[in-house]
């Protein structure tokens, strides 16, 4: 398996900051969250193939993304989903923008972790 931090990566990520900020309808958010899942998820069979680069479930280009998002809705009146993704996408600018939506996604996940 390869690991390497790639622009399809980071897409995924600002897809997982859009679904954990709530800006995705909630009757959108399964097509979402199986479409994340079969990106990031292995399954065991996976891990006897080679790991050449081409990958049943690889994402290839923006339009990847594209196709999956402009149908579904935002929490935005008159914006698709891909809209949002995209003000997302084009909010990173920096290395340290970068790391802003890292942080920004290990904070959501650890205030989710916390007891009660």
Partial sequence: MLRYLSPA?????????LYR???????????????????????????????GPAQPNSI???ADFQSLLS??????????????FLRKLWGVQSLEGLEHLFNSVRSLST??????
């Fill in 9 to 17: 990566k980071i897409c995924l990520v600002i897809l997982i900051e």
């Fill in 71 to 84: 149908p579904l809705t935002s929490s935005f009146p008159g914006r698709s989903l891909y809209d949002v």
């Fill in 21 to 51: 900020t709530n800006e995705v309808k909630s009757t959108d958010s399964i097509t979402l969250l199986s479409f994340v899942s079969t990106h990031t998820l292995r399954r065991s069979t996976d891990v006897f193939l080679s790991d």
């Fill in 60 to 62: 290839r280009t923006l």
């Fill in 111 to 116: 205030i989710d972790l916390l007891p009660c």
